[in-house]
C-alpha cells in the first residue's frame, strides 16, 4: 500500500461565519494548497453532514470545484453525519494509497448559524432513529440518557459527575482560549458552568458544542512530507439507543480504534496527544475509555486529576474541541485533524514535541466513528503489542425485523433525561426515558410528566398510535397492585397456584 | 495497484415502491451478496443524491449497515448528485485498489415516488446553479436548452432533431420490454412520442426519464471472479450553463473517458456495448459523441441508423436505459453496472457474447461525471491507441469572483426553451433563454412572455431585484432604434464621429 503524507493543512477562523458555504469552502481549500509544497491536486474529497438542508444546496461536490476555479476536477462528498470531515479523509486516504491519485485535497465544512436553534436541532436530529425522534428525542437528550446510564453503571454521585464533566469543558475552554482559530476563546469558570442553563438532565449548556460555520482543508500526497496518515479506522454502531447492549462504550469507536492502532503499529500507549469528538463532554470521557487510554469509568478522573489537561501527561483536545473550538458538523473531523498536523509541526503554542497523535470523529449517536493516527513521519516506529484487541461480533447480513411493539403495559426505567431545549412541535419540560420492559426489551416513551425519575422506577406504559408515553408507578399504586395480586393469589385455588404443571396434564 | 473484480450483483425491480428505502436497499444488498461466492464484506460504500430531502433522513449509512444487521462494519456514504451510484463504485474501488479492503459492498439507491412531480423536481433543481434556480430553470430546461443549442449548431431542420431524439425514446423503451427490472416494459410508438406532452421545447414526456424508487448493489473484491473493473475516471464541469463556452458537449465525460480509457487500456473502438445516462435523449446522443463512438454531430443519425439498438454494432443502454428502466436517482450510476456485469455474465436476451461494457453516469447538468469500463476477466486487453486524448485545461485554484450584473440593457438570444412543467411558484408556459450580452457574457433570464423566441433574435433586458427578464425586440422596435441611432449620427458633429481619437488629445 502506498504511504500518505500530509502536505498542507488550514481552517477556517471557526463561529458565526456570514459568506456563503462555497467561500468558507474556498478559503479553508486555498490556504491548505498555499502552504502545500505543490498547488496542483487530482481530485477533491469533500466531507460535508446536510448542505442540502442547511444551506439548500444539493451537488456540492461539483459547486466548490467550480467556486475554486478548478472546473473539470473530480469532486466527491462523502457523508457520514457528523463525522464526514473524517470520512473524507479516509476516502483521500484510499484514492491515494491505490495509487490511482497522487495528490488529493480533503475538505469538510458546514454553514449553520444562519438557522434558529430549532431548525437546526431538528436538522441534526435526522441522524436519530425514527421512533426515538418521534419521541421528541435530540442529540442532546440520547447524549444526556448515556450520561445518566454511565452515573449509574459506576456509581457515581450527582456531585462527583458534575464535577467530571465540568473539568472537559474548563478544560476545553482553557484550550480554546490559546486557540485563535476557536469559536470560544475565553476561559470558563466552575461558577459559570453551574451557572449555565440545563439543556437535557444533567447536561448543561457548557456541556454542549455550539452550532458554528466553519471549513477545513488538507492535502494529501504520496510523496515524503514530515507527518504521515500512518493508520485510519472506522466502524459503525446501533443507530438506536434500545438496541444497544452498552449504553457506556461505543461500539464504532472501539472498531474505528483497533483498526488504526493495528495499521499505525502502535497502541493507547504510543499516543501522545489526541483531539476527540467532544460534541458534549461525556462523550470526551467515553471515547478516552474507548480508545484506551483509560480503563471503563476512569476518563472521568482522569480529566479531574488534570491527565488530560494541555500541559498533561496526554493532553485531550488541546485545541479546545469541538466544544470550544466550535463544531461545523462536516468540518470537525477533519478540523481535528488540521489541529493535530500543526501540533506535530510544532505549530501550536505547547512547547513539548509531539511525535503520534490521534483524532477521534463521531458521527451521529456514535454510529459512525473513525479514528485516524498522524505521526512525525522522521519518528520511529514504536512496536508496542500492549493493545487489547477487540473483535466485532462475525455477522452475516439478514434484514432486520422492524421494532416490535411493547409486549405489556409495564415497565422499568432503564436510562432517562429531562429536555429543557425541545425541538419544535415539543414543549419543555419534555421527560424521556428508555423503559425495560418484562421481556428485556427497551423501548423509547414520553413521559406524562417529568417527576419522581429515576433509573430502576417502575412505570405504567401506553400507546397513542406511533408515540408510547409512560408514567411512574406512585407509592399507592404500587401498594394497590401488591393487594391485588394478593387477592388473586387467595382466591385461586392451591392446586393451580402450586402444581400449574399437574394441571395442564 | 491491486485488481478489483465484480462478485455479485443485483438490483431492485424500479419503478414505484411502497416500502422505506432501508428495506429496498437491504434488498438489492442482500441479493447481491447471495449471489456472490462470499458472503461477508469488510465495508459499505452507498451512493445517495438525497434522502435527506426526498425521505427525511440523514446518516443514510449507519441507517442502512444496522438495517441489514451489519452492525459495527464501516460504512460511507457518497454523493455526486446523480451519479451518485457511479460515484460509490469509484469509492469502493479505490478501497480494493489500495489494499485496506479485500471485499466492499457498493449500493446506490433512491426513494422519490412517494413526493409530488412538483416537490421531486425542486428537488432535484436544487443541483443546478443559484442564478439558474431563480429564473426557474429545472433540469428539463437546461436540457431543452442545450438541445435547441445542438440543433443549431449542427444545423437540424425541428422534424431532423425531433426524428432522432424520436428514434431514441423508441430504443430504449423496446429495449426496456425486455428487462422484466425495468419501470416501464412496454414498447412506445411513433405516435404515441409525438402525442406525448411538451415539457420544455423540444423536449416531450417521452424525451425524459421517469421519477422512479429503487437500489442496485455490486459486491467488489480483490479475488478474482469472471468480471474485471479494467477502468474508471471521473470529471466535472461547470455548474452554471452560462459559464459554458460548448453547450453541445460534455466536459465532465470527456474527462471521465479519457481517464477510464487510459486506465483500461482501451479506447471507443475496444467497446461492445454501453450504458449510458440518459436523463434526457439528447443527452444519450451527445454522451455517445462525448465518449468517442461517433463525432461531434453524428450521435443523432447514428441512432436513427440503428447502430445503437439492441443488435446494433455498438448497443447503447440495451437495458432501457434511465428512460424506460427508470432513474432512482442514487441508484441509476450503480445499475448501469449491475447491467454491463449481467450482459458480461450473459444473463441478458442477447444471443451476443461480450467482452467489454462502458457505463457512464451524468451528475446534475452533466457537472459531475463517471465512466467505468468493465470486461470479462479471461478476455485478452486489446492494445488500441487510436484514442484522440483530451487534456482537461491547466487551472490553478483560486477563488471565482461571484457572477456579474448584467452590463448592458440589450442582447440576444443564444438558446431558449419554452417550460411547461414549471417549479412551484412558476406559471407555464415560462420561457427561459441564455442571454448573450454585448461584452459577449451570458446570463439566464426569464421571458416576459412566450412568443417570437429564436436563437440570434435580439432582446431587451431588464432587473428586477435577482431576476433578469428579457422581451425580444419587434420589427417596429428595431426600425426605431436603427431610426434613433441615424439621428444620433446626423447630430453629431464629423470631427466626433470619424475621428475620435483626435478629439481626446
Do not use: W
Not at 337 to 355: A, D, N, T, Y
Amino acid at each position: 500500500m502506498q504511504a500518505v503524507y500530509v502536505s498542507g493543512v488550514s481552517m477556517t477562523k471557526f463561529g458565526k461565519d456570514p459568506r456563503p458555504l462555497a467561500e468558507i469552502f474556498c478559503q479553508a481549500a486555498l490556504e491548505a494548497l498555499a502552504a502545500s509544497k505543490e498547488q496542483e491536486v487530482e481530485a477533491l474529497y469533500i466531507g460535508a453532514m446536510n448542505p442540502e438542508e442547511f444551506v439548500g444546496e444539493s451537488n456540492i461536490a461539483s459547486q466548490i470545484a467550480d467556486a475554486m476555479g478548478l472546473t473539470g476536477i473530480p469532486a466527491m462528498r462523502i457523508e457520514t453525519a457528523s463525522s464526514a470531515g473524517a470520512a473524507a479523509i479516509q476516502a483521500g486516504f484510499q484514492a491515494i494509497a491505490s495509487g490511482y491519485y497522487r495528490r488529493v485535497l480533503v475538505l469538510g465544512g458546514e454553514k449553520m448559524t444562519h438557522l434558529s436553534t430549532s431548525a437546526t436541532t431538528r436538522i441534526l436530529a435526522e441522524v436519530i432513529d425514527k421512533q426515538e425522534r418521534q419521541c421528541g428525542a435530540t442529540m442532546p437528550a440520547l447524549a444526556a440518557m448515556i450520561t445518566e446510564k454511565y452515573r449509574e453503571k459506576f456509581r457515581l454521585s450527582q456531585s462527583r459527575l458534575e464535577a467530571m464533566l465540568c473539568s472537559v469543558a474548563l478544560k476545553n475552554h482553557l484550550n480554546g482560549s490559546r486557540n485563535p482559530l476557536a469559536q470560544f476563546q475565553q476561559a470558563i469558570t466552575r461558577e459559570a458552568y453551574l451557572a449555565s442553563k440545563l439543556v437535557a438532565t444533567p447536561l448543561r449548556l457548557y456541556d454542549c458544542s455550539p452550532i458554528t460555520d466553519g471549513a477545513a482543508a488538507v492535502v494529501l500526497t504520496s510523496e515524503k512530507t514530515d507527518v504521515r496518515l500512518s493508520g485510519i479506522g472506522q466502524g459503525t454502531g446501533p443507530l438506536s439507543l434500545r438496541e444497544r447492549d452498552n449504553f457506556t462504550s461505543f461500539l464504532a469507536t472501539r472498531i474505528a480504534a483497533v483498526r488504526a492502532y493495528q495499521m499505525a503499529e502502535t497502541s493507547p500507549q504510543g499516543i501522545d496527544f489526541a483531539e476527540v469528538h467532544d460534541a458534549f463532554t461525556p462523550f470526551e470521557i467515553i471515547t478516552t475509555e474507548d480508545l484506551g487510554f483509560f480503563p471503563p469509568g476512569k476518563g472521568g478522573e482522569a480529566a479531574i486529576e488534570g491527565k488530560t489537561a494541555f500541559d498533561g501527561p496526554l493532553p485531550i483536545n488541546p485545541s479546545g474541541g469541538l466544544k470550544a473550538r466550535g463544531h461545523p458538523v462536516g468540518a470537525s473531523g477533519l478540523a481535528q485533524i488540521v489541529e493535530v498536523v500543526k501540533r506535530l509541526r510544532g505549530q501550536s503554542p505547547s512547547k513539548r514535541q509531539f511525535k503520534r497523535g490521534l483524532t477521534q470523529s463521531t458521527g451521529g449517536l456514535a454510529t459512525n466513528n473513525f479514528v485516524t493516527i498522524l505521526e512525525r513521519a522522521d519518528s520511529p516506529i514504536i512496536q508496542n503489542p500492549g493493545l487489547p484487541l477487540f473483535s466485532p461480533p462475525p455477522a452475516t447480513a439478514r434484514k432486520k425485523a422492524p421494532p416490535p411493539a411493547p409486549t405489556s403495559d409495564e415497565g422499568e426505567i432503564e436510562t432517562f433525561t429531562i429536555l429543557y431545549v425541545t425541538p419544535d412541535g415539543f414543549l419543555p419540560p419534555l421527560a424521556l426515558a428508555l423503559i425495560r420492559q418484562a421481556d428485556g426489551r427497551l423501548i423509547m416513551a414520553q413521559g406524562e410528566d417529568s417527576t419522581h425519575l429515576k433509573i430502576g422506577r417502575e412505570v405504567y406504559l401506553r400507546q397513542i398510535d406511533d408515540l408510547y408515553l409512560f408514567t411512574v408507578k406512585s407509592q399507592l399504586q404500587k401498594v394497590q397492585e401488591s393487594l391485588k395480586r394478593l387477592l388473586r393469589r387467595r382466591t385461586a385455588s392451591p392446586s393451580e397456584e402450586e402444581n400449574p404443571v399437574d394441571n395442564k396434564l
